[in-house]
């Protein structure tokens, strides 16, 4: 992440001269990832950025009831996690996709999979995600976490994933 730091406006005006325009604004690269002495630092995937945002949220992936698409409590647990991780991280876009149990009709999947997307989009701009980092997309039912028509794998199905994007 980039911040910016206002090192000499903050010297001048506890000096009480100069101004603002005056100052120079230094620009600190983000934190880079550094191995051991002598190591190169490994270069950051796209699939190392998911493994941490997993590992620091619990999950990518929220869960809906039969043919809902609110959010319980469980839900919003795990996005509030996921919107910090955003946060902290705005160099890196998500895309929500949504999906749907395949007893639905395919335009019904498609409507309720973008209900759920939308659903989570929302919630993490709630919570100050801003919304130019985050997409959605509807799958509906065509691509199942888990296949079968047990109640276990159509549950696993009724879902929306949070997917890191560069």
């Known amino acids: 992440m980039r911040r910016m730091i206002f090192v000499a406006a903050a010297l001048l ?6 101004t603002l325009a005056a100052a120079q604004i230094l620009r600190v690269p983000p934190i880079l990832r550094v ?9 950051i995937t796209i699939e190392g950025l998911q ?27 795990t996005l509030a996690a996921q919107a910090r991780w955003l946060l902290a991280n705005p160099e890196v876009r998500a895309r929500i996709e949504g999906h749907a149990d395949e007893r639905s009709p395919r335009d019904y999947a498609l409507a309720i999979g973008e209900r ?13 995600v801003p919304a130019e980092q985050l997409t959605t997309i509807s799958w509906g039912k ?6 079968g028509t047990s109640d276990m794998a159509l549950a696993l199905n ?6 890191l994007m560069r």
Do not use: N, W
Not at 36 to 42: T, Y
């Open 158 to 163: 009724r879902r929306a994933s949070t997917v």
């Open 51 to 77: 493994a941490d945002m997993v590992a620091k949220s619990g999950s990518d992936t929220v869960y809906f009831a039969g043919s809902g698409y609110g959010l319980d409590a469980a839900a919003q647990a």
């Open 35 to 43: 191995g051991p002495r002598g190591v190169p630092p490994l270069p």
């Open 142 to 147: 065509e691509r199942p976490a888990v296949a």
């Open 13 to 18: 005006a506890l000096s009480g001269g100069g």
């Open 116 to 128: 759920r997307a939308s659903a989570v989009h929302d919630y993490l701009v709630l919570l100050g």
